[in-house]
């Protein structure tokens, strides 16, 4: 009987169940930011390779 009720008691706790979830949303935000600034870091770095181009004699 004490075994089956520690059983139940496991399979109703849902403590970990948050964290892993917070986890999981915090690494697609990071992968989300990181992807987005890889496209932004290529677009200003040809922005500012056309301002020296301008201003190169």
């Known amino acids: 009987m004490k075994a089956l009720s520690a059983v139940r008691r496991f399979i109703r706790d849902e403590r970990g169940v948050t964290a892993i979830e917070y986890g999981l949303i915090a690494s697609l935000i990071a992968l989300a930011v990181g992807t987005a600034m890889t ?15 301008a201003l190169t004699p």
């Open 39 to 53: 496209s932004v870091s290529t677009e200003l770095t040809d922005v500012f390779n056309r301002v020296v181009d």
